[in-house]
């Protein structure tokens, strides 16, 4: 790596709720606290993969097959005509 081109990294704590997992952000923040003798910097996040619908299994979804079904009464009239011409 070359030197002075890259950002300076902190170890940070990533706080979602009760969850907490460490890493490195180029943001130095405020607040410390020490995990297993080493500082890191906390940095309060408001969702991630611990909180987000999508991973957690509580994303409703979408009916697709009434989508195609209002997508042909809309247009299945001017899709049969044309085969008529």
Do not use: C
């Amino acid at each position: 790596m070359k030197e002075g081109i890259h950002p300076k990294v902190y170890p940070v704590l990533f706080v979602d709720g009760e969850h907490e997992w460490t890493g490195i952000s180029t943001q130095k923040p405020n607040q410390t606290r020490v995990v297993e003798g080493v500082e890191y910097g906390v940095i309060p996040v408001e969702i991630s993969a611990y909180s987000h619908p999508f991973y957690t299994g509580q994303k409703k979804l979408v009916d697709t097959a009434g989508r195609v079904e209002k997508f042909m009464r809309r247009y299945g009239n001017q899709l049969a005509n044309q085969g008529k011409k």
